[in-house]
């Protein structure tokens, strides 16, 4: 089956796992990120850009193309924000109204507040050297 058929290439499938990660620790970060700091830095998921690239690369385990480490992580930091204000928003929704807003937060631009399942990478274990 080519990329055609199947509607995604390995690049594509890398940078949107990438943006899931972010969506995924945006919403735990939301107690502890400070309101109004913007969302910068190297590190994504605990990685940096070739690590974070590494984990989100699927195609024969080989090298991640340099696109992938250079847009990962500006994928995994737009995911991280989107997360993050919706997270918030649901939060100041609870705050107005005294109850639980639904689950889904739906701004006009679209549905950065949905959950991806399936998205995320399967982990990778570094292998083990040590016999």
Known sequence: MSTHENGTSP???ALEAARALGRA?????????????????PWCHGLD???????????DG????????LNAPLWY????????ACARAQQAGRHLTGRRP??????PAGR?????CGVLPAPRRPPDDSR
């Open 11 to 13: 690049y594509r499938r």
């Open 25 to 41: 620790d945006g919403r735990l970060a939301v107690d502890v990120e400070p309101d109004g700091e913007p969302v910068l830095g």
């Open 49 to 59: 850009p070739e690590g974070l690239a590494h984990l989100v690369w699927e195609a």
């Open 62 to 69: 080989g090298p991640a193309p340099a696109g992938v480490v």
């Open 77 to 84: 930091a737009q995911g991280f924000r989107e997360a993050l």
């Open 102 to 107: 639904d689950r889904t937060c739906r701004p």
């Open 112 to 116: 950065p507040c949905a959950r991806l």
